[in-house]
C-alpha cells in the first residue's frame, strides 16, 4: 500500500536527429541498470559538448566541461526525442559513493520511458569524470556538478530550458535540495529517500562532531607531511568484513549486497572516500536556509521500512520546512536499499515523480 499526502497528480510534456550511418561507517547507496551495448556515433552539439548517441536506447553520453575540468554524464531519453516538442528534462542527484550506471540510471532511464529525458553524471572526483584528488566527497563541488549540468542540458536542441527538474536519491536529495535554493533555474524538485549527509555525519561521530574535527585536522597534517592521502570505506567491501565489524542490520546487510556484489557493483563505484572530505561533510547542512529559499513545488517519496539511515525523519523535515510542498508519498514495506532496484517499488516511485514533473515542468 502507498500512503499519499494528496490525491495523485494529474499529468501533462527534442533532439537534433542523428543518422548513426552519417559521418559527425556507514550508509549510502545506489543501483544498477547497465546500458546495453550496442553501435553508436559521435555528434557535436551546440555547447560543444562531445556527445555519443547509442541505438537502441535512447542514450547519449556527454562530456560535460567543469571548469579545468570535464564531468561524465549520460542523458537518457524519450523515445519520441526526435519529435517537434521541446522535452521536459532533470537532472539526477546520486548516492555518495554511487557512479552514474548504478541507481541514476535505474531512475533515469524510467523517467525517459515516461517521456522525461533524465541526465545522470559521475560527480567530479569520482567514477568517469576528471577531478583529483580521487574519491573526494565534497558537498558544495556535488551541487555545483547539478547546476553545471543545467548549464549542458540548457543549450542542448530539444531540451526546454524552461522546464527543468531535479531529482536526488539519499545523499543526492540533500544535495539537489541544497542546490535548488540558489539556482533557480531548477523548476521542480523530487527527492526519494532523501538524507542531510551533514547531520547524517554528526550524528556518526561518538564523541561529538567537533572532536571528530580535531582528530581531522591532525590527520590532514599527517597527510601534508608524509605526502600520502588517507581513504575510508563507506561500507564494507563484503557481508564476511561487516559481520566481523558487528554490522548486521538490514540496512547495511541491504547496502553491502546491493553495492559490493554483482546486483548493483559497478568497476568505477571504489567504495572509497578521501578522509579529507569528511570535514567537509561535518559542516554541512543540506537544508540551510531551504525554508526561506527553495521556493520550487517539492515532491517527497519515502521508504515506509524505517531502518537506520534515518532517510525517513528526514524525509519529514523536509517536506514540513519547503515553502511549496506538492505530494508526499510513503511506500509501504520498501526499505532504504530497495528504493534502489526493488521494480515494485521503483515502479511505483517513477510512476508517481512523473506525474509530478508533468504537472510542474
Not at 168 to 193: E, F, L, Q
Not at 231 to 245: F, G, K, Q, Y
Not at 340 to 347: F, K, L, R
Amino acid at each position: 500500500m502507498h500512503h499519499n499526502a494528496q490525491q495523485p497528480l494529474v499529468q501533462r510534456p527534442q533532439l537534433r536527429p542523428v543518422d548513426c550511418h552519417e559521418t559527425a561507517p556507514s550508509i549510502w547507496y545506489s543501483f544498477v541498470l547497465l546500458a546495453k551495448r550496442t553501435t553508436h556515433c559521435l555528434v557535436l552539439d551546440s555547447y560543444g559538448t562531445t556527445v555519443s548517441r547509442r541505438k537502441p536506447g535512447m542514450l547519449k553520453h556527454l562530456t560535460i566541461p567543469r571548469g579545468p575540468i570535464n564531468l561524465a554524464a549520460d542523458l537518457h531519453l524519450p523515445d519520441n526525442a526526435d519529435s517537434s516538442a521541446p522535452l521536459r528534462a532533470v537532472v539526477l542527484s546520486t548516492p555518495g559513493s554511487s557512479v552514474k550506471e548504478q541507481i541514476g540510471a535505474n531512475y533515469a532511464s524510467r523517467l525517459a520511458g515516461r517521456g522525461i529525458a533524465a541526465l545522470v553524471l559521475d560527480p567530479a572526483h569520482q567514477g568517469q569524470s576528471e577531478g583529483k584528488p580521487r574519491d573526494l566527497e565534497d558537498p558544495y563541488r556535488r551541487g555545483e556538478d547539478i547546476s553545471y549540468a543545467i548549464d549542458a542540458l540548457t543549450t542542448i536542441p530539444g531540451i526546454d530550458p524552461q522546464r527543468i527538474g531535479v531529482l536526488g536519491i539519499c545523499a543526492g536529495g540533500g544535495y539537489a535540495v541544497h542546490t535548488a535554493r540558489t539556482d533557480h533555474r531548477i523548476k521542480a524538485v523530487g527527492a526519494v529517500v532523501p538524507v542531510n549527509i551533514g547531520a547524517a555525519f554528526r550524528s556518526f561521530s561518538p564523541d561529538g562532531p567537533a572532536a571528530a574535527l580535531d582528530a581531522l585536522a591532525d590527520a590532514r597534517t599527517e597527510e601534508a607531511r608524509s605526502g600520502e592521502t588517507t581513504r575510508v570505506n563507506w561500507l564494507p567491501d563484503t557481508l564476511e568484513d561487516a559481520t566481523t565489524a558487528g554490522l548486521t542490520d538490514i540496512d547495511t546487510t541491504q547496502a553491502v549486497t546491493y553495492y559490493r556484489t554483482e546486483r548493483g557493483g559497478n568497476e568505477h563505484s571504489t567504495n572509497r572516500r578521501l578522509l579529507r572530505s569528511d570535514s567537509l561533510l561535518l559542516g554541512y547542512d543540506a537544508f540551510h536556509l531551504a525554508d526561506r529559499l527553495m521556493t520550487q513545488p517539492l515532491q517527497v517519496i519515502l521508504a515506509g521500512r524505517i531502518g537506520n539511515t534515518g532517510s525517513y525523519d528526514t524525509g519529514m523535515q523536509l517536506w514540513k520546512l519547503a515553502p511549496n510542498p506538492v505530494d508526499l508519498m510513503v511506500i509501504d514495506d520498501a526499505g532504504h536499499y530497495e528504493m534502489y532496484d526493488e521494480p515494485e517499488y521503483v515502479d511505483a516511485a517513477v510512476e508517481r515523480l512523473a506525474n509530478f514533473y508533468a504537472n510542474n515542468l
